[in-house]
């Protein structure tokens, strides 16, 4: 029997009272996973990705096809201001009313480390204050700035929202803070910052990628050898799995739409919340996983190579990458993974490599919003799920 709609279908009486959504850098490791997450579970009435790569470029999983699809996407320079009517326009809605995003997300920045400040400041920095700007003029409900942990002094403590940011980990985290900074002076903008630690999941690359790669290499050697690390297994590299760190926006950004500012703290304390697993990951968590993943021996360096390190650390990076990158290109040609890596290597980011503890409080989002991470630690299983998601890729040799 065919069904019938009545005058009380809400599909037919009520317009689509679902979010519209923005996402800058949408094809990033996080905008992809927060499109797949908003389509999936059709949570908006309009998806619109914008970046300056094409989707047919970007090494897309399979699942991320659909969400990522040209039918969502737009191609653009989101740091320019002649970009932004484009970027932000929507066609009138079925009354003819104009239309604005509810949501704006900004995923979008330089994601490489130890490039030249003006690097920084362009796609970083510019891109956050032009979109927040457009996003203030527009009356947008949530404004969702994706940041780091990395912009707190390094402190093994987990650090809170209010605490200090006068020694930024990298160059990124700096023009990232400058971001919030001025972004939080924008009139009328309803912010939200978020920041987060070493984010990590399927096809994941940067900081869980590059050790991966290279307990691979150390895993193929023989006679085979101890790979160590420098500082120590208390050096704390807090982690969140994508997964969590997607539906943590999400959360946000439904959240700011109806609050205007913290509880119980003064009317204009800044909108920030950390997001961090459970876990407290240090590098000793992650030399223990190796360990039992890889079947190598594991450990750290003494006093004396530490010494050394924190003087010469360039010279330091540079021996390790001359030890390990010919060897992983050996393992890519003989896997005939030639030319398709992804993102994976094995090659040490200065930056990354310093004495600095990356420790995240996330206690405030959990009470104020009510979040509970799913993966509420990193463990061998979902490091072994990060590897089985790189074959899947083709990209582990």
Known sequence: MEATTGPTDPAVTAPDARPSILIIGGLGYIG??????????????????????????????????E???MQHFMQADAAREQSQARIFDLPTGPDGAKREFDYVFNCGGETRFSQDDEVYKLRSYQLSVTVGKEAAKRGVKAFIEVSTGTVYNPNRTPQKEGDKTSKPHTKQAKWKLAASDELSKVPGLRLCVIRLP????????????TQLALARVYQSREPRETLKWLWGADLRTNTLHVEDAVRALWLAAAWRAQHDHLPNAPPTERIIFNVVDKGQTSQGTMAQIFKQIFGIETGFQNTLVNTFARLNLEHVVDDVNDDTLDDWADLQESAGIKGNGGPLSPFMEK?????ADLSLDGSRFETV???????????????EAVIESYKRMKWWP
């Open 32 to 65: 992809r996973f927060l499109a797949h997450y908003i389509h999936s579970n059709q949570l908006a009435s309009t998806l619109r990705l914008v970046d300056k790569q094409l989707p047919q470029l970007a090494s897309l999983a399979a699942e991320h096809e």
């Open 67 to 69: 969400a990522c699809s």
């Open 198 to 209: 070493h984010v990590y999941g399927p096809y994941a690359g940067r900081w869980i990628g």
């Open 351 to 355: 930056e990354l490599l310093r004495d």
């Open 369 to 383: 919003v009510g979040f509970r991470p799913e993966h509420e630690r990193i463990t061998k299983e979902e490091v």
